[in-house]
Each structure stands twice: as structure tokens, then as C-alpha cells.
């Protein structure tokens, strides 16, 4: 019997941020992953990959041989647009083979449901999962959504990253590029973490006192 995956829920956050809850986590990240990846790989940013290779760098990379991109991710978030390049490349075959899945069809279904809504394609995805109970998740996901989509937070957001001292964000840009994230999305991801305590590797009494100015202007535009 072919493989069926139960929609996702989708939530409106704002005009132009969705959310999509999965009813558990490996679906999730099954099916944010090859989009994820070509937003914010250090590897394959802007790459569109068969899953089979990614799968063996990922396990050789992070998982000492095993596949854990699963248990290792929790809360996804996408530009749409980003989406749609990969679906465009996906439908041309450039790379000469079909790797399309079921998991594909689910992000191309939600897409298209959310571009009905919002009448074209400039809006953000956000995806979580039913069991993860955890608000900082949540909070973490639409922090990225506000970055992209709205040009004030993101001003005042990216004054505070810069505004850090010089050895906290060497401290953070090297877990992050640890974790698996490019050079392109730094800022942005040491804001949402400033902003909702996720990053457990980090020294929290060297960032305790200086996340307070990040999560002040996060609560002027999260209602």
C-alpha cells in the first residue's frame, strides 16, 4: 500500500506567516528537510539534492554514521519563495533524475493552500509537531517569521546582533556553524535564539543578561 501522510494543520500567525502542525515529529522533518536544507545548508544552500545523498552526508557528518536529522531537529522555518525554487527545480528534473516523494507532494500541497490565502507567493512557513508542548519552539519558529516579513523588527533585531560583543558572537556563530548553518543565515538565527533561550550549548550565564533587550522588542510584534 502506498505510504499516506496525514496533512498538516495550518494556523494563520500573521498576513503573511502560516504555521503548519504536524501530527508527529518524523513527518515534520521529513518533510521540511530538502526545502530547510536548501535555505540554510552549509553544504547545500541553493543546491537541490537527492535525498539519498544528503542523507549519507548528514549521517557522516552529525550522526557518527547514523541518520538522526530526525530526533536532532524539533521546529522548522522557510521563506516561501525559497519553496518554490526547489519545487521549480524539482519539476524541470535539471539534475537529471526524479527524487520526488511523498513528502514533497505534502509541502507542495501546503504551499498551494497557503498561496490561496495569501493571494501570492511573499509569505514564510513555520512547522512544528502535536507533541512538542514546548512555547520557546514556537516562539523560536516565529521569531524567523517576523525577521523575514516585517522590515522593522528585523532592523531593530539585526542593531542587537551587531550590537553584541565581538567574543559573544564568535561564541555563537561557532555553534552554529557546528549545528549546521551557514554564514548566510547567522544573524538571523542568533537573534531567535537571543530572543527564546534554545541554544543549549551556549554559555548561558555569558548571554543571560544581554537576551533582555532581544526579548523586549520580540514581545512588541508577538501577540
Not at 522548522?76 to 527545480?89: C, L, M, T, Y
Not at 514533497?104 to 493552500?113: E, G, H, S, Y
Not at 507533541?131 to 520557546?136: G, I, L, M, N, Q
Not at 556553524?177 to 531567535?192: N, P, Q, T
Amino acid at each position: 500500500m502506498p505510504l499516506k501522510i496525514k496533512p498538516p494543520k495550518i494556523k494563520r500567525i500573521t498576513d503573511r506567516i502560516y504555521l503548519a502542525v504536524f501530527s508527529n515529529r518524523f513527518d515534520l522533518t521529513m518533510t521540511f528537510m530538502r526545502y530547510q536544507e536548501y535555505y540554510e545548508s552549509p553544504k547545500y544552500r541553493n543546491k537541490v539534492f537527492s535525498l539519498a545523498e544528503f542523507m549519507r552526508w548528514y549521517s557522516l557528518t552529525y550522526g557518527n554514521g547514523a541518520f538522526t536529522y530526525p530526533k536532532d531537529w524539533n521546529g522548522f522555518n522557510i521563506p516561501a519563495p525559497k519553496i518554490f525554487e526547489v519545487i521549480k527545480q524539482l519539476n524541470e528534473n535539471q539534475n537529471g533524475w526524479n527524487d520526488s516523494n511523498i513528502y514533497d507532494f505534502v509541502m507542495r500541497d501546503l504551499v498551494v493552500t497557503i498561496k490561496k490565502l495569501v493571494k501570492d507567493d511573499n509569505f514564510y512557513i513555520i512547522g512544528i509537531h502535536e507533541d512538542d508542548d514546548d512555547e520557546s519552539t514556537r516562539r523560536h519558529e516565529v521569531a524567523h517569521g517576523l525577521f523575514w516579513t516585517n522590515k522593522e523588527y528585523k532592523k531593530k533585531m539585526t542593531k542587537l546582533v551587531i550590537g553584541l560583543p565581538k567574543g559573544v558572537r564568535i561564541h555563537l556563530q561557532k555553534i552554529l556553524k557546528k549545528r549546521g548553518y551557514c554564514r548566510a543565515v547567522f544573524v538571523d538565527e542568533i537573534h531567535a535564539y537571543m530572543t527564546t533561550g534554545l541554544m543549549y550549548q551556549a554559555n548561558k550565564k555569558l548571554l543571560k543578561k544581554r537576551m533582555d533587550p532581544f526579548k523586549r522588542v520580540f514581545r512588541e510584534y508577538y501577540k
